[in-house]
């Protein structure tokens, strides 16, 4: 019987062991991957900025590239990338290579948030 409940023991530490063990968070990079829907964009009304759509959608390619669908900009595309220490996302869009932002992110299950206070910008999406 000791014998038993030693295994038992042994067994749950090893167990319990390999659980810690297990995998973490996955990145903000893999997290981000796929296709957003635009719900909510609050921004001042002298804003323009060109590099992204306040209403429609965006999907994140394994290759960080981008495409983009929505007012007020239509279709656009380009590359990203993200810091994932600093959580900043790092657009550029094809249509004027000059155009380049950034952007804090959280991301949250099916939610992502973006905001630019340079801009005084902020975004939230939700996973298709």
Not at 118 to 126: A, E, I, N, P, R
Request: charged share 25%.
């Amino acid at each position: 019987m000791r014998t038993i409940i030693k295994t038992f023991i042994l067994l749950l530490v090893i167990g319990l062991s390999l659980q810690s063990c297990g995998p973490r968070n996955p990145a903000l990079s893999q997290l981000i991957l796929g296709k957003w829907d635009i719900d909510i964009t609050e921004a001042p009304d002298d804003i323009k900025t060109p590099f992204v759509n306040y209403e429609g959608w965006i999907k994140f390619h394994t290759d960080h590239t981008f495409d983009s669908e929505g007012e007020p900009h239509g279709i656009i595309d380009g590359e990203w990338a993200i810091d994932e220490e600093s959580e900043v996302l790092s657009i550029t869009v094809n249509q004027n290579l000059s155009d380049k932002s950034t952007w804090d992110i959280s991301v949250e299950k099916k939610k992502m948030e973006w905001s630019n206070p340079t801009l005084d910008v902020s975004m939230d999406l939700t996973k298709s």
